[in-house]
């Protein structure tokens, strides 16, 4: 199985803040990533697909980038909204598996 | 608008069953795959598999194999997923998502999720 590290696994950080979120594959997955947001109480929702196609809505200060093994979810300047859970999720092949996620916390 | 509503929350003794549904509206139903994905209180993500509403077809995470089945009933646009021998180990919230976009069988998902159900909470308990 392609296990999937998130760093770090907490984050504090203030509104404005340029935030970054790393994940890394066990082995090469090329650019068959993706990045979720989840708030508390709430399901997933999708941000960011194959590494750096951002998702219809989601606001452009997210970003995705990377290949084969590491990848970044920036966010340009935190919004009070986007204080929550991150995901990455691997498609590459199966089974489908998540990072540990990184929760953005106001610092 | 693209929806899908989840099964009241679960409590079931070790070593039974539980069977959630979840119905989708808003689009075609059997255009697109339907993932499971669980989440244990205060932990991440775990992928259960999939299903194919176009054919029935599925496709589960070893973790699960023997223990997970996975159905739908296409004319009430409705998947469902049956996970049996439960242990305290399976309390958890259990999504339903969908497929990102389009795919007919044989063609294989995109294995990404969007959107996703609300989630079903099912406590395992003596």
Redesign the interface.
Do not use: D, I, R
């Given at each position: 199985d392609i296990q999937m590290t998130q760093s770090p696994s907490i984050l504090s950080a203030s509104v404005g803040d340029r935030v970054t979120i790393t994940c890394r594959a066990s082995q090469s997955i090329s650019r068959w990533l993706?990045w979720?947001q989840q708030k508390s109480g709430?399901?997933?929702?999708?941000l960011i697909?194959k590494a750096s196609s951002l998702?219809r809505g989601v606001p452009s200060r997210f970003s995705g980038s990377g290949s084969g093994t590491e990848f970044t979810l920036t966010i340009s300047s935190l919004q009070p909204d986007d204080f929550a859970t991150y995901?990455c999720?691997h498609?590459h092949s199966?089974?489908?598996?998540?990072?540990?996620?990184t929760k953005v916390e106001i610092k | 608008q693209v929806q899908l509503v989840q099964s009241g929350a679960e409590v079931k003794k070790p070593g039974a069953s539980v069977k959630l549904s979840c119905k989708a509206s808003g689009y075609t139903f059997t255009h697109y795959y339907i993932h499971w994905v669980r989440q244990a209180p205060g932990q991440g993500l775990e992928w259960m598999g999939w299903i194919t509403p176009y054919s029935g077809d599925t496709k589960y995470a070893q973790n699960f194999q023997g223990r997970v089945t996975m159905t739908r009933d296409t004319s009430i646009s409705t998947a469902y997923m049956e996970l049996s021998r439960l242990t305290s180990d399976d309390t958890a919230m259990y999504y339903c998502a969908r497929d990102r976009d389009v795919v007919i069988p044989p063609a294989a998902p995109y294995n990404w999720f969007a959107p996703w159900g609300p989630g079903t909470l099912v406590t395992v308990s003596p």
């Open positions: 993706a979720y709430k399901a997933p929702n999708l697909s998702e995901y999720q498609f199966y089974p489908l598996t998540f990072g540990g996620g | -």
